[in-house]
């Protein structure tokens, strides 16, 4: 995906939605948060796999507006930080659902060696040429025996 492709979709229509929301109301926060992301079945699907519970840690690599990881705070009381590279979406981020943002790529992610409990990366890695460095980045962050759900994208053809 060319730069100017990743700007305009996960940095300007970031903006786009918060500004959305915040006409239509907080109740099509999550929902418009996780446009492409994930629905509320895959999110439940992938939850439980990651076995993901109350006052885990979860790192949302790629979080963009935020929408995933505030479902799973609101569901099951995990405590997201969200990493985001694009500035626009880290704000929709923030003022739709007041998590912890941070900034950065996935290649070299801020956080100690093996302090998250469980991480996820929705929708990301199927735009990335380097995925092998950003999955070994969320590696390292991971605690021993952590869970790791993704959702990639897989073209069968051009």
């Known amino acids: 995906m060319t730069a100017l492709a990743m700007a305009a979709e996960f940095d300007d229509v970031a903006g786009w939605t918060a500004d959305a ?7 099509h926060a999550v929902p418009a948060a996780c446009r492409g992301s994930a ?8 939850a439980e796999a990651c076995e993901l519970s109350r006052r885990i840690t979860l790192l949302d690599v790629g979080a963009g507006v935020g929408g995933p990881a505030a479902w799973a705070a609101e569901r ?3 405590r997201p ?3 985001e590279p694009m500035p626009a979406a880290r704000r929709a981020a923030a003022r739709l659902f007041g998590l912890p943002v941070i900034a950065g790529d996935g290649r070299r992610i801020p956080l100690r060696t093996g302090s998250v409990d469980a991480a996820w990366c929705l929708g990301v890695l199927c735009t990335l040429r380097d995925k ?14 952590a869970s790791l759900g993704l959702l990639v994208v897989v073209a069968r053809g051009p």
């Open 81 to 83: 930080i969200l990493l």
């Open 132 to 145: 092998a460095a950003v999955l070994g980045e969320i590696h390292r962050v991971l605690k021993p025996g």
């Open 76 to 78: 099951l009381g995990v």
């Open 21 to 27: 929301v915040e006409q239509l109301g907080v109740r």
């Open 39 to 46: 629905s509320p079945a895959a999110l439940a699907w992938l």
